[in-house]
C-alpha cells in the first residue's frame, strides 16, 4: 500500500531501495550445468551407426536434464530425469540395458544424492524395479533410511506405486550372448550418471548401473554407495563414477575427489586426474565425471573411452565417447 502522504525522506528511502534490490533479483538466477556418463570401457568395434545410436542416448538424456534446469526445476529433478532416460535406453548398462550376473538375471544397483541438505538414497540388488534411479530418490525423500537391497527394496516400490515390471523387460539375447561368451574378456561397462547444478545454486549427483557382467548373485558395487560411486557437496563438488567397482568401493573415489578439492585446495580436473591414475596403477579401470561448486566439468578416465556429455547455460555443449 502507498502512504498517502509520502514525505521526501520515505520517498528517498524507497528509491533506495529499489535500486539496491533490482540488481539483486537479476543475478539470483545463476548459471546451471549438467554432466553426463554413459559408463567407462572400450568400446570397442563399433560400427558408425552405433557410435552414432550412443551419442544420441546420450544428447536426448542430456536435453531433458538440461531442459529441467533451464525451467527452474532442482538439480535433483534433472538428475532423477535424465537418468530415467538413460536407464530406458538399452545401450547403457543400468535399468533396461543391464547386464547379467553369473546366474544369468539382471540385479541392479542406483543411488542419488542431493547437496541442498546432504540427503542420499540407494538400492542395491532390485530384479524388477524399472526405474532403480527413482526409488533410490523415494528412499531419500520418503522413508527414514539411506539403503535398502532386495526384497525388502522391491515391496517398498511396490508399496510407493513404483513402477515395476516382469523381469522379462530386461532381456536381451545380446547381452546373454555376452555372458556365455564371457568367461572370457568382456570388459564391457556402461553405467550411467549425472551430475547437475541447478539456478539456485545447489547440487545433486546420481549413479545407475546393472553391474558388472558375470558378477556373482548378490554382489554389490560402488553405485549405490554413497562415497565410493556418487557424492555431492554444495560449493565443493560432485562426482559419479564407473568402472571396476571393487576398487571404487575400496579407494571411496568419489567422496576422496571432493576431498581433495575441498581441502588440498586442488581443482576438480587436477583432483579427478590424481584419483583415476592411482586407480591405473593398481590396474583398476574406471573413470570420473565431476563439476564443481560453479558448474564447471571434469572427465578423467583411464579406459580408452568414456561415453559423456556436458551442457551448461552458457551456451556449452558436446557429447563425446573416444579419448
Ligand atoms: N561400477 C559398476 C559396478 O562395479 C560397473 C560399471 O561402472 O561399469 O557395478
Partial sequence: MWPTIVNYKSLKVLILCLIVTIPLQSSEKQSFSI????GAGWFSNLSDDEVQAIKDGLSNAIDVGFTALQSNQTSLDAVEKAIVVLENNDLFNAGKGSVYTSEEKQEMDASIMYGLNNQAGAVASVTNVKNPISLARHVMEKTKHVMFAGKG???LALEAGIELVDPEYFYSEEKL???RDLKKEEKKMGTVGVVAIDVYGNMAAGT???G???????RIGDAPIIGAGTWVENKVC???GTGHGEFFIRFNVAKEICD???YKNLSISEAANQVVDELQAIEADGGVIV???RGRHAFSFNTPAMARAFKSSDGKEFVEIYK
Fill in 238 to 240: 560432485g562426482v559419479s
Fill in 35 to 38: 554432466v553426463i556418463h554413459g
Fill in 212 to 218: 558388472m557382467t558375470n558378477k556373482l548373485p548378490g
Fill in 208 to 210: 545407475s548401473t546393472g
Fill in 291 to 293: 563439476l564443481d561448486g
Fill in 153 to 155: 527394496a522391491e515391496r
Fill in 260 to 262: 581433495r578439492v575441498k
Fill in 177 to 179: 550372448r555376452r555372458l
